[in-house]
Structures are given as C-alpha cells and as structure tokens.
C-alpha cells in the first residue's frame, strides 16, 4: 500500500484483510495495532495500520498465536522456527502430491505415444485430489435408487438444499459408502455440549488437541461457545478418513463461523475431506469459494444431487443462493418449518 493510499475504516479495513471487523478489535485491544481515531470517534486505518494488519494476518496463516505474534512484531523470532518448519512440512506433502501426478501424466504421454488410449476411468483418477477415494451408491429414499458418483473429492464438500430436499439422507449415504468416514451429527449439542466437556477431561490428549485449535479459533476473534467446543471435540475425537458434519454452523455466531472456515481452509492437503451440511453464508461464501471445494446441490423437486459451480450464471447457482442465509437468520429460524395454510 502507498504513501497515498487512503485510510479506511473498520469495515473497508476488514474486508480487504480477509477478517472480521471483531478480529481487528481483538487485535487491537491485545496491543498488536493502534488505529488512529477520527475526531467524531471512528477508527481508521491508514498505510502503517494496514502493513502492520497484513503482518499480523500472515503470521496468523502460519499458525501463530496472537501472544506468538506480538512477540515475533517486537524483534523476538522464536515462535517462528517452529511454525515454519510445519508449513515446510505441508508444502512437501503437496508436493509429493503434484509429483505423482506429474509421472501419471508422463506415463499417460508414453502410452499415448505408443497408441494406447486411456480409459475414463484413468483420466478421471488424474484428475481426483492424491489420496481421496470416490464414493458411488445408489440413492436412497426419497430418490429413486439413481446413482451418485462423486470421484473429485475435495478439501472441502458443501451440501446444500432446500427443506425436505434429502440432503441429510444423502450425507448419511455418503457417510456409509466413504470407506472409514464419521457422521457427526447434531447430538454434539445435546445438554450444552456436557458430553464434550466430559469427553474432554477424560482424555488429556485430546484435550490439548482442542485447546490449541480453539487458542488459534479465539485469536482469530471467536468466542469459544459451547456448541464451538462440542464441533471442535468432535472433529479432533475422530481418527477418519473423512467427516460427514450436520449443519456444521448449528449454534455457532457469525464470527465463529467466519474463524472456524478460516481454520478448516488452512489445513494441510492430506488433512481428511470434510461434507458439510450448511444453510450459512458465512459457511459457504459464494463469493470466496475455492479450487479445492466442491458445492453438492439437493434439488427440491428430489432430481439427484448435481454439483454447482460457484459463479454466478453457472446451473443451480441461484438455487444455491437461495438456501443461503446469514447466522442471525438462522439463528432466529432454527427447528422452524415453514407450513403452508390448508387452501380452503
């Protein structure tokens, strides 16, 4: 950012960075940014401000706690080594990935070379993310037994659609058909959260587990609720291949909701795929959805599943749209069904 760069205020400041407007406050009130006020109050956020946030946000991406950070912004690296040396880590697993890929390119080209075309099945085994296993079933009630196949599975699986559209019925499909994969369902909730808590003080390493993804959940301006910590446990408890998550964003405000998909983006590319259930914008961004998420539509009208490309103009986006709505919106509709009057 230049020397005549304008100064924004909170809102403008967040959006650029990625964050929410409450991140910038918490980092704020732990010392690490000192935005200059206006004379009728307002915060703002000028070049120096803006540096120092895109600082503070890259360490973030690192891994670093809010504490770790300000004592790497006050000339003390110690925190960094670490950090680094698991980013390395995750960089040279992608790259194992990719080299693998590459010689099944190169051996695809040598075959072609000698006249073999390859089948399908090979070119779309190419094109499957390393390590993912693609799931095929027949679809349940209230389909009518046609197939599902899904062989890119992603990072990152949304499903989506309207009321009575299937789409639980179809995770627990997947969930049956994906090789040693969990449904975490909404009992997590039950009682507060007690059986995580419980959980919790029962298994001191899972414990430590949670506490460090809730630290980095919280400096990203969380408020670890009950319902937080109850996902976060049940997603640590779990040794799976993949996680098959009902209404991920159940419980959860919208700055929870913004940290935790901040969190799950972060992770490393052998981490398991997760299929979430979402009616959340917050959740499913449409606007910031990435090469490695994939969008899993359940139409109203009980056609099969179909995947949406995330731009708009492309089939069923609008569709998607429509099933989308912010935190407070679901908050306020939770376990309400909409009837509609008997016609007289």
């Given amino acids: 950012m230049g020397p005549s760069a304008p100064f924004l205020n909170a809102s403008a400041a967040a959006r650029r960075l990625g964050v929410s ?4 406050r918490l980092y704020e009130q732990r010392g690490l940014i000192a935005p200059p006020r206006t004379a009728s109050g307002w915060r703002t956020y000028g070049p120096r401000e803006m540096t120092r946030a895109v600082e503070i946000a890259t ?6 706690g809010l504490a770790q950070i300000a004592q790497v912004l006050n000339g003390d690296p110690q925190s960094l080594p670490p950090a680094l040396v698991a980013h390395q880590a995750m960089l040279e697993r992608e790259r194992h990935a990719l080299a693998e890929k ?4 190169r051996s695809m080209r040598a075959e072609l070379d000698r006249g073999r075309t390859p089948a399908f099945d090979e070119l779309a085994r190419l094109m499957q993310p390393s390590g993912r296993t693609p799931v095929a079933f027949d679809l349940p009630w209230p389909w009518g037994g046609e197939r599902f196949e899904l062989h890119d599975i992603r990072l990152l699986n949304f499903i989506v659609g309207p009321l009575f559209s299937g789409k639980t019925r179809l995770a627990h499909a997947i969930a049956d058909n994906l090789p040693d994969s969990v449904f975490i369902g909404l009992e997590r909730l039950a009682n507060d959260g007690a059986d995580a808590r419980h959980q919790l003080n029962a298994d001191p390493a899972l414990k430590a587990r949670v506490d460090k993804t809730l630290a980095w959940l919280v400096g990203d301006a969380a408020s670890a609720s009950a319902a937080l910590v109850a996902l976060i446990a049940a997603m640590e408890s779990n040794d799976a291949t993949a996680l098959v998550i009902d209404m991920i964003e159940q419980g959860l405000d919208q700055p929870e909701q913004q940290a935790l998909m901040g969190h799950l983006r972060r992770r490393g590319a052998d981490a398991p795929p997760l299929f979430m259930l979402t009616r959340s ?7 910031t959805t990435g090469p490695n998420e994939t969008i899993i539509f359940c139409p109203a009208n009980h056609s099969p599943p179909g995947i949406v490309m995330p731009y708009p103009g492309a089939p069923g ?11 407070e919106v679901r908050a306020r509709t939770a376990g309400v069904v909409a009837m509609r009057p008997a016609v007289a």
């Fill in 21 to 24: 407007v409450k991140a910038l």
């Fill in 59 to 64: 360490l973030r991406m690192l891994g670093l």
């Fill in 102 to 105: 590459i010689e099944k390119v």
């Fill in 281 to 287: 914008c917050v959740i499913l961004d449409l606007t």
């Fill in 317 to 327: 986006y609008e569709a998607v749209a429509t099933c989308l709505a912010s935190p």
